[in-house]
């Protein structure tokens, strides 16, 4: 049975409160919209991650909880605030993921860049597909063949590359 890994950065930072610390800098109104249509694309094509970690800066917390706000099917309690993946680089998105992918079937990051662009062109040259930028609200859906998997060592398919400027 296939297993599916869900990446996302999260959605367009409000810059305009110089007083705010990068921790506490909320989604602007564009990264709201831009949030809720993702979550309106995963609700309608059923792609309804089992579990959700998340960075729990605020940005990243806003624009998940839009997403799942869209999304009636989702669990609220498999939402997760993980303080690493506040700026996690590469090789601790890898160990998040690893922690958490034998518990669901489906599992979705929500962080931010540079990690998360990072992970994303790995696991993109590992399923043939060409480097991409990873810009604010993007979600990309891997496909493993099996539950048990290691995003490090095992190849994915990339099933979705959802730009919230491209949904209709």
């Known amino acids: 049975m296939s297993s599916y890994l869900y990446i996302m950065r ?56 839009l997403v799942v706000a869209q999304i009636t099917k989702f669990n609220h309690e498999d939402l997760i605030f993980q303080d690493d993946l506040y700026l996690a680089e590469f090789t601790q998105l890898i160990e998040i993921i690893n922690t958490y992918q034998n518990d669901a079937q489906s599992l979705m990051l929500v962080g931010h860049n540079p990690g998360i662009e990072n992970l994303v062109n790995y696991l993109c040259s590992q399923s043939g597909n060409l480097d991409t930028a990873v810009t604010t609200a993007n979600l990309f859906i891997f496909e493993y063949a099996d539950n048990s998997f290691n995003p490090a060592t095992d190849s994915c398919a990339l099933i979705e590359a959802i730009k919230p400027r491209e949904l209709s």
Do not use: C, L
């Open 10 to 65: 999260h959605a367009k930072s409000d810059w305009s409160g110089t007083q705010t610390s990068d921790f506490e800098r909320p989604i602007n109104g564009r990264g709201r919209k831009n949030a809720m249509r993702v979550g309106e694309w995963m609700s309608d094509n059923n792609y309804i991650p089992q579990r959700i970690i998340s960075s729990p800066a605020t940005r990243a917390k806003e624009t998940i909880e």
